[in-house]
C-alpha cells in the first residue's frame, strides 16, 4: 500500500526569502518520501487563523520563523522541554487534536558551530546580541556547552535582563557565567564568538556595536543566511572569521524533519548544496 503524501509548511512574515521548502525537499529525496511543503506568508495579526487553516487542510507539521515564534509557543496545547526553557516555538506538530510545539533553534545552531565550523563552545567567551525569540531560543543550548561565559545585550536592555533572570538557575547547573551588558559598553576584543540573533540583518540595519569589539580570533556568526550583512562586513572589517546562518537553518531543518518522519538526515551535502546557489 503506498503512503499518503504528507503536507508540511513554513509560516513568516516575511516569508520569501526562506529556503526551508527547497531544504526539506532534499531531504526527503535522500529519505525516498514523497512530501509537499510550502512557505505561507502569515498576516502580522493572523497567525492563529492561519495555523488553523493549515491544520485543516490536514497539515502534518509546520515550522515558524520570524515574527511568530512567541505566538507559536502561545498556541501550542504541549510542548518538549527546550520549547518550554526558550518559550518560544519554531516546529509544530499536529497529531489528532494536540498541536505539540517543539524547538529546534538551540541544537541546530550548537550542530552548526560545533560539527560544521569545528567550534567548540566548552570554554568559550560567547556574546548573543539580540533578545526575541531567536536569541532566547538558544540561550539553553549554548549553556549546556559549557562556555564560561554568555553575555546577552540589546538595544533594549530589559529584554536581556528578563532572558538572564529567567536562565539564572541552568547558567549555575552549567556553570556559566551569565551576565548582560549594554551595546555600548561591550569591551574590546575579548569575545570568541558573537552571534548576532537579532532581525536587523532583514533590513541591514546597523546594530550600533563598536568596531572594536570585533578582532582577528574571534567567529562572527550571523542567524540570518543567503546575504552579506551588515553585522559581517563589519566583522570582516576587523579581521573577524564569518559565518552566516545557512548551516544552523539545515541543521534546524534537519532535526524538525526527524520529528515529522523519525529520519535523520544528512545535512553536509544539503549545505554544500545551499551554498553554491
Not at 546597523?206 to 578582532?215: A, E, Q, T
Not at 566583522?235 to 535523520?264: C, D, P, R, Y
Amino acid at each position: 500500500m503506498t503512503e499518503l503524501k504528507k503536507y508540511f509548511a513554513v509560516i513568516g512574515n516575511p516569508i520569501h526569502h526562506s529556503l526551508s521548502p527547497q531544504i526539506h525537499a532534499a531531504f526527503a529525496k535522500e529519505a525516498g518520501i514523497d512530501i509537499h511543503y510550502e512557505a505561507v506568508l502569515s498576516p502580522l495579526d493572523q497567525f492563529q487563523d492561519t495555523v488553523k487553516t493549515l491544520i485543516s487542510r490536514k497539515l502534518t507539521g509546520a515550522n515558524v520563523t520570524l515574527p511568530f515564534k512567541k505566538e507559536a509557543y502561545a498556541l501550542a496545547t504541549t510542548h518538549t522541554d527546550y520549547a518550554k526553557i526558550a518559550e518560544a516555538v519554531n516546529t509544530l506538530e499536529f497529531k489528532e487534536d494536540q498541536i505539540i510545539g517543539h524547538n529546534t533553534d538551540g541544537l541546530g545552531l550548537v550542530r552548526d558551530l560545533e560539527q560544521n565550523l569545528q567550534f567548540n563552545l566548552k570554554g568559550k567567551k560567547i556574546l548573543l546580541i539580540g533578545a526575541g525569540g531567536a536569541a532566547e531560543g538558544v540561550v539553553y543550548s549554548i549553556l549546556e556547552k559549557e562556555p564560561s561565559q554568555l553575555t546577552l545585550t540589546n538595544r533594549t536592555i530589559e529584554k536581556s535582563n528578563i532572558i538572564q533572570n529567567k536562565m539564572h538557575a541552568y547558567a549555575q547547573n552549567f556553570h556559566v557565567n551569565l551576565n548582560v551588558i549594554e551595546i555600548a559598553k561591550l569591551p574590546h576584543q575579548y569575545f570568541d564568538l558573537i552571534i548576532n540573533a537579532t532581525s536587523a540583518s532583514l533590513n541591514d540595519n546597523d546594530l550600533g556595536i563598536d568596531n572594536k569589539v570585533f578582532h582577528a580570533k574571534c567567529l562572527a556568526y550571523d542567524m540570518m543566511y543567503g546575504k552579506d550583512t551588515s553585522f559581517m562586513k563589519q566583522a570582516k572589517s576587523q579581521q573577524s572569521k564569518t559565518s552566516e546562518g545557512l548551516g544552523m537553518l539545515v541543521e534546524q531543518a534537519a532535526e524538525a524533519f526527524f520529528i515529522w518522519h523519525n529520519i535523520k538526515p544528512q545535512t553536509k551535502s544539503v549545505i554544500d548544496l545551499f551554498r553554491k546557489i
